[in-house]
């Protein structure tokens, strides 16, 4: 068995649930994925012994999220949720003086 290789896939476009459930299906039972910054650009960093994800696999996940995040808008219409609502946060107020 040859030894693991880290890797880092750009995330634009890919959903981080899609990418963990999949992972293993297209890199083999051993690879793992975890959210990765490289060069100020927000990702995944990939680790396997397995092959690396082809160009091919890569869209394959972007249709997937797609796919994933269209169900999941839909899913919040349904329940009229609105996603972006703010959300209080107890803060301390400054005082000067």
Known sequence: MSS???YF????????AVIQNE?????GP?????????Q??????VTTAGPPLT???IEDLKAASREYEEK???RADEADV????PIPVNQRIRRSG
């Open 9 to 16: 896939v750009p995330g634009f476009g890919i959903s981080r």
């Open 82 to 85: 609105f996603v972006n609502q």
């Open 4 to 6: 693991p290789n880290s």
């Open 23 to 27: 992972i293993r299906y297209h890199c």
């Open 40 to 45: 100020g650009r927000d990702g995944f960093l």
């Open 30 to 38: 051993d690879a793992i994925v975890r959210p990765f910054t490289h």
């Open 55 to 57: 160009k091919a696999q």
């Open 72 to 74: 999941q808008s839909r």
